[in-house]
């Protein structure tokens, strides 16, 4: 079974940039998720998609993050425009439903940079 | 919201020693209970779970943690470790009811020396 894909894996830019990351959840999976993993902490929440709609948003800065899941399969987190205490590795994971018992499975991430 | 809570960020020990992290949360609900663990170079991956039933749970790589909830802990243990469990270990929770958040905590970096 394939697991979540995750492209790119490594961005660098500078700051005021704006930046866009992919990823390709586990086949069947109606649940997708993003999070923010920054240095020396653990990953936190940015939002979360049940199929297309966005079910938790709550922890997403709306001011310059926007994601979308178009068509209930793949997904799209953007910054714009970036700042420096954006540099943290985004990763992304799906599960085949929101509530117990089921698990989230994760990408291998991406990796940002922000100067 | 919830939090967790796990101290003693790193950590180093020898091949056989055994191994116990510490895992806390705050939540006054049901909780679904998580180790995950993230090998160099690796994602995160699930090492073990507890939904509900027994309270000692036992995972892949002759790890188990043990639910208390008395006292709101899941504590990880592995009684001999081998160099290749030098990993970062995280634990996290999830509410049974409400928003449904996986909630992490920052993370145990462990080190294994031959």
């Known amino acids: 079974e394939a697991g979540v894909a995750q492209s790119p894996r490594y961005k660098i830019i500078e700051k005021r940039q704006s930046v866009a990351f992919w990823c390709n959840p586990i086949?069947?999976?109606?649940?997708l998720y993003w999070y923010q993993q920054i240095l020396g902490q653990g990953p936190k929440l940015l939002i979360q998609?049940?199929?297309?709609?966005?079910?938790?948003d709550s922890q997403l800065p709306k001011d310059r993050f926007s994601a979308e899941r178009l068509k209930g399969v793949d997904s799209t987190l953007k910054i714009q425009p970036a700042k420096l205490e954006d540099s943290a590795v985004y990763l992304c994971?799906?599960?085949?439903?929101?509530?117990?018992?089921?698990?989230?499975?994760f990408g291998p991430g991406t990796r940002l940079t922000v100067t | 919201a919830q939090s967790v809570s796990q101290h003693n960020h790193h950590v180093i020990l020898s091949e056989a020693a055994s191994l116990e992290l510490g895992c806390n949360y705050s939540?006054?609900?049901?909780?679904?209970l998580f180790w995950y663990v993230q090998y160099p170079g690796q994602h995160l991956q699930l090492l073990l779970k507890?939904?509900?039933?027994?309270?000692l749970v036992k995972g892949i790589k002759g790890f188990e943690a043990e639910f208390i909830k008395s006292k709101f802990s899941f504590n990880l243990r592995k009684p001999s470790v081998q160099w290749s469990d030098t990993a970062e270990y995280f634990c996290?929770?999830?509410?049974?009811?409400?928003?449904?958040?996986?909630?992490f905590g920052k993370g145990n970096q462990v080190v294994v020396i031959p």
């Open positions: 994971a799906s599960s085949l439903a929101r509530d117990s018992p089921y698990e989230q499975y």
């Open positions: 086949s069947g999976h109606a649940t």
């Open positions: 998609f049940q199929n297309n709609g966005v079910v938790d």
């Open positions: 939540y006054g609900g049901t909780v679904n």
């Open positions: 507890y939904f509900s039933g027994d309270p």
């Open positions: 996290a929770v999830r509410p049974y009811y409400g928003n449904n958040r996986l909630a």
